[in-house]
């Protein structure tokens, strides 16, 4: 007989995640194409249409070919005889895709889009499923709350990207490996190696996994929870399920273990992985409190996950963390040893890296937080649990006042929306995906055209936004006069040295669009 609770927790789950999801849809509908997400689509088209992985081989390539079927199935086709194929120039073949074909760009963005909108809606539900299954339907519901109100989330669940597919597969990849180590249930074993087999086949940070796997594994047979036969037998099956995956996404070109001439020799896989350490090794120009570099800081994602989420989620969290010994008295070792292993594993990786260009990055470290925070929650009294509410309450109005620019979200600790630009830039605020909202403003304003500087892969003419050279020199940019627009990551040279625009950094925007696109009128000034 189902308890009361139990009754209750499946249609306010679907209400729960139905609402994010609608709040997803709306937001995005508003915003062009963020940086990469052309690359992703037409990447994904050319796989299908062509067999050959020779675009974005930094990831593997499961996502992208998620993102291109709904544009497929409306009838669109890559152009394999496009000049820009032969070179490969993967943002110009995106940009001709989403802004000379017969759909329009938006209706493009919004079929893609659309897979990762259901991805995120899923990963919430698995959220809440796997913290009730342990912890208890309260429990479960409340870590979905946080899920759903959680500004990361809200931002990049919209975008054609690879964050949360990975962090997705990833999750459930994990709970069905600790499930299997505690049960020995096959179907968990199964579903655990399939899983595994789709985050490694979506983005090569997955592969964090395996370190974790191994240790739990051990400990489990160290607790005579599984045999020495059994632990082997499943780290096989999941290294045969991953190997089998990944070559499979790359189609008969990874199945042969070959690729193109313009690959170097090997696996399409191990070329993505080497191109991927090239690039770490070389690093990112990035923008951290104000200073720019290209070697990683161990301290930019700590700051980053401090700044970019809520007030309430951190003070949720922190209570979590300090139950960790209540916790696992209660339900055993094996669960919260999981839920403070994956994300340690991933946060201290993360810090070692010399990429750091925003907070997403750090997605497939949340969802362990968020269900710890719920098992915290079963542990409390009534009054804990109205406390829980309050800052639940409190997370739901920071998510407010940043509506609809999710992604520009800083928390009210650091100044909120308006304050990012001290501490972060790049896709923490700034990913190209304003100019549409742009392009509103200055219908609304009636502006015909702009000097403007945008830090963008859209075309600015197709939403309206007729752009005029920008001066960079000291001179021409002093003699100006009227209307400008600069994106915030080029108003502090993130990626120009020395910068161009310092002289627009003494000055106040009329208007901030978007959160990353700041308007000036210098003549007002």
């Known amino acids: 007989m189902k308890r009361p609770a139990d009754r209750w927790f499946l249609p306010a789950a679907i209400a729960i995640v139905t609402a994010m999801a609608g709040v997803l849809t709306y937001t ?122 959680d500004p990361t989330f809200l931002a990049h669940g919209r975008y054609a990207t690879t964050d949360v597919p990975v962090t997705f597969f990833s999750f459930l990849s994990v709970a069905a490996w600790v499930e299997w180590l505690d ?178 990055h750090l997605l497939p470290a949340y969802p362990f937080l968020i269900v710890l925070t719920g098992a915290w929650w079963s542990l409390r009294g009534l009054r804990w649990r109205i406390a829980g509410a309050g800052l639940l309450a409190s997370i739901a109005v920071e998510d407010i006042r940043v509506f609809p620019d999710y992604l520009a979200f800083f928390n009210a600790a650091a100044g909120g929306k308006d304050a990012g630009p001290r501490y972060l830039l790049d896709s923490n605020i700034d990913w190209g995906q304003d100019v549409k909202k742009l392009g509103v403003f200055l219908k609304r304003h009636g502006i015909e055209s702009i000097p403007a500087a945008l830090f963008t892969n859209a075309d600015p003419a197709y939403y309206g936004v007729h752009t005029v050279a920008m001066p960079v020199e000291p001179e021409g940019i002093a003699a100006m006069k009227g209307w400008a627009a600069i994106s915030v990551t080029e108003l502090h040279g993130v990626y120009h040295n020395p910068p161009r625009y310092g002289r627009f950094k003494s000055l106040s925007p009329v208007a901030r669009v978007g959160g990353s696109i700041y308007v000036y009128d210098i003549a007002g000034e």
């Open 28 to 149: 995005a509908s508003l915003e062009n194409q963020t940086y990469d997400e052309g690359v992703h689509i037409v990447a994904g088209m050319s796989y299908w249409s062509t067999g050959d992985f020779r675009l974005n081989v930094e990831h593997p390539p499961l996502a992208k070919l998620l993102f291109a079927l709904p544009p497929m199935a409306s009838g669109l086709r890559f152009d394999a005889a496009s000049p820009h194929w032969a070179q490969p120039d993967q943002t110009a073949l995106g940009s001709d895709f989403l802004y000379r074909s017969s759909v329009g760009a938006d209706t493009i963005l919004a079929l893609s889009r659309g897979v990762t909108i259901g991805l995120t809606a899923m990963l919430g539900l698995g959220i809440a499923y796997w913290t009730r299954h342990r912890f208890g339907p309260g429990a479960g519901l409340f870590a979905l709350c946080i899920y759903a109100l």
């Open 183 to 360: 049960t020995g249930g096959k179907k968990w074993l199964f579903g655990a190696a399939v899983l595994f087999g789709l985050a490694a086949a979506t983005k090569f940070s997955a592969l964090y996994v395996i370190p974790v796997h191994a240790g739990l594994g051990v400990a489990a047979w160290v607790g005579r929870r599984r045999t020495t036969g059994e632990t082997m037998a499943a780290a096989a099956a999941v290294a045969a399920s991953g190997i089998l995956i990944c070559s499979a996404a790359y189609g008969w070109e990874g199945l042969q273990g070959r690729g193109p001439e313009n690959f170097p020799p090997g696996h399409p896989y191990m070329t993505g992985l080497r191109t991927l350490a090239q690039h770490n090794q070389e690093g990112h120009a990035a923008y951290l409190l104000g200073s720019i570099g290209s070697s990683g800081r161990w301290d930019y994602f700590p700051t980053a996950f401090a700044i970019k989420s809520p007030v309430g989620t951190l003070l949720l969290l922190a209570p979590a963390l300090a139950a960790f010994g209540r916790i696992a008295r209660r339900d055993g070792w094996l669960v919260p040893a999981a839920l403070l292993a994956y994300p340690t594993t991933y946060f201290a990786l993360s810090m070692a890296s010399n990429i750091n260009i925003g907070v997403r």
